[in-house]
């Protein structure tokens, strides 16, 4: 009998994953660079979590994205969680290290500023204070990574204001929090503008802040990437904001998980994105 070595398996889990577009991204990755693998969705329970991180790895799994509801939970069972993920107390990707530890990361930060730095090159963090609409999971690891990239300030603002004092409290003297009904002001000589709420995704309520104090010449991105160009883009670009679409930030979180379980570094590109967004 012959000897095959085993195939790496990655995948994402979460409930609900089938509208997920992260099959499609390491599935164009995995054909383009020619790696034999395969990456598969997979909708696994709450309840069934603890069981499947353990017979996973035994049936060939290197490592998996995570996703809602799931982010937070996976943190209290991996047996290493980087700084990075317990700061933002969520983790989207896992490594099944070969001595059977599980390594949890959080990667969206990094694919968030990835994500400006390639679409906006002349955007400068440090140039004047970044808001941020929500304080759900994304927007801890938005907060996050503004102040390590050098953000002076960070205007947050949610329609529940107590979770909003949160990030206060875990971020420090940077944060400073402001009510719903008047996130408008927040803008007034803001350098970066953020929408991490769910507002104006498909299916969901239209984002209604106003955005004329928006500065001409900041930099305005929304994490929602259906439908690509949102209204808050659309009125954002209206006031002279340079603007980012979400997408990006999909591509490149991705890009590191992808490596440490294939083995190589993808690309993320036109080809990438238009290979996404065909899928």
């Known amino acids: 009998?012959?000897?095959?070595?085993?195939?790496?398996?990655?995948?994402?889990?979460?409930?609900?994953?089938?509208?997920?577009?992260?099959?499609?991204?390491?599935?164009?990755?995995?054909?383009?660079?020619?790696?034999?693998?395969?990456?598969?969705?997979?909708?696994?329970?709450?309840?069934?979590?603890?069981?499947?991180?353990?017979?996973?790895?035994?049936?060939?799994?290197?490592?998996?994205?995570?996703?809602?509801?799931?982010?937070?939970?996976i943190l209290g069972l991996a047996d290493i969680v980087t700084d990075r993920?317990?700061?933002?107390?969520?983790?989207?990707?896992l490594i099944f290290r070969k001595d059977g530890r599980i390594h949890a990361d959080n990667t969206d930060g990094a694919g968030f500023i990835a994500n400006l730095r390639q679409n906006a090159p002349q955007w400068?963090?440090?140039?004047?204070?970044?808001?941020?609409?929500?304080?759900?999971?994304?927007?801890?690891?938005?907060?996050a990574a503004l102040i390590e990239v050098g953000a002076p300030e960070i205007r947050i603002a949610?329609?529940?204001?107590?979770?909003?004092?949160?990030?206060?409290?875990?971020?420090g003297a940077k944060v400073m929090v402001h009510d719903w009904i008047q996130a408008g002001n927040m803008l007034e000589g803001a350098a970066t503008v953020v929408n991490t709420t769910s507002l104006g995704m498909t299916g969901?309520?239209?984002?209604?802040v106003p955005l004329d104090a928006m500065e001409p010449g900041a930099l305005a991105t929304d994490l929602v990437y259906t439908p690509l160009k949102t209204q808050f883009l659309i009125?954002?670009?209206?006031?002279?904001?340079?603007?980012?679409?979400?997408l990006g930030m999909l591509l490149h979180q991705a890009a590191p998980g992808f490596?440490?379980?294939?083995?190589?570094?993808?690309?993320?590109?036109?080809?990438?994105?238009?290979?996404?967004?065909?899928?």
């Open 85 to 93: 993920a317990a700061l933002i107390g969520a983790a989207n990707t």
């Open 158 to 171: 949610n329609r529940t204001r107590p979770r909003a004092e949160v990030f206060r409290s875990d971020f």
């Open 124 to 143: 400068n963090p440090a140039a004047g204070p970044a808001v941020v609409f929500g304080a759900g999971g994304a927007a801890r690891a938005v907060v």
């Open 1 to 73: 009998m012959t000897d095959h070595p085993r195939l790496p398996l990655a995948g994402v889990i979460g409930s609900p994953i089938a509208h997920s577009r992260s099959p499609a991204l390491h599935g164009y990755w995995l054909r383009r660079y020619g790696i034999k693998g395969h990456y598969i969705p997979m909708d696994i329970a709450q309840a069934d979590l603890p069981e499947a991180l353990r017979l996973l790895p035994r049936m060939g799994f290197v490592g998996l994205n995570v996703t809602i509801p799931h982010k937070e939970t």
């Open 259 to 279: 490596e440490r379980w294939f083995g190589h570094r993808p690309e993320v590109d036109e080809a990438t994105r238009q290979a996404v967004l065909s899928a």
């Open 204 to 208: 969901k309520p239209e984002f209604r």
């Open 235 to 246: 009125e954002a670009e209206a006031a002279g904001a340079t603007v980012v679409d979400g």
